[in-house]
């Protein structure tokens, strides 16, 4: 019921539907896994197959967003269905913004807070090369995801389709990555204005 009610929430976000069945592994123990998958702690997906694994203990929390890999393999480059150059920011950042709760607070409002205590979270900083992987794992997640549903919800899923396998943002949001990213951070301030006392909350 879990697969099937959030592979219809992302048909809907996405707007589209597979092509190819999802199979979906779930181990029964990370010890499982580990010997069976090699990995015991990673939840991943295989969006090129398309595959999920996860484990029994940590299924629920991760489900949605595993699925979310397989659904942007439908629009994704190369013979692995995922984004142009490998980008980390798009990879995470869209199965993020598809699923916008991280430990039970809403993304945007964890991205706010990183930047209001100045945490390193530049953008353009994070779609350079690999640094998405020399930021703390949350911080990368967290701000890719929030950048990307800020995207999605002011540009529309079609633009960032196209900007998934090709990227190039001046060809289609009209505006390069470093505009983009002050019209994020505006947007966040926007939206949450912080005083000591409600953040102590």
């Not at 489900?63 to 439908?74: D, M, S, V, Y």
């Not at 967290?142 to 079609?158: M, N, P, Q, T, V």
């Amino acid at each position: 019921l879990h697969h099937e009610y959030y592979y219809l929430e992302l048909q809907k976000f996405f707007q589209l539907k597979p092509s190819k069945k999802i199979s979906s592994l779930i181990f029964s123990s990370r010890e499982q896994k580990r010997k069976l998958f090699g990995s015991e702690n990673a939840d991943i997906a295989k969006p090129w197959i398309p595959e999920i694994y996860t484990t029994a203990d940590n299924y629920d929390r991760t489900l949605k967003h595993e699925i979310a890999h397989c659904f942007t393999g439908e629009f994704g480059s190369s013979v692995f269905k995922v984004a142009d150059n490998f980008n980390p920011v798009l990879i995470e950042g869209a199965a993020m913004a598809a699923d916008p709760v991280y430990d039970s607070y809403d993304l945007d409002y964890l991205a706010a807070l990183a930047y209001k205590y100045n945490f390193n979270v530049d953008i353009q900083n994070l779609f350079s090369t690999f640094n998405f992987f020399k930021q703390p794992s949350s911080i990368g997640y967290i701000i890719s995801g929030s950048f990307i549903k800020y995207l999605i919800e002011r540009f529309g899923i079609e633009r960032f389709k196209k900007i998934y396998s090709n990227l190039d943002f001046k060809k289609y949001y009209n505006k390069d990555l470093f505009e983009l990213a002050a019209d994020y951070e505006d947007y966040l301030k926007n939206k949450f204005k912080f005083d000591e006392a409600s953040v102590n909350q």
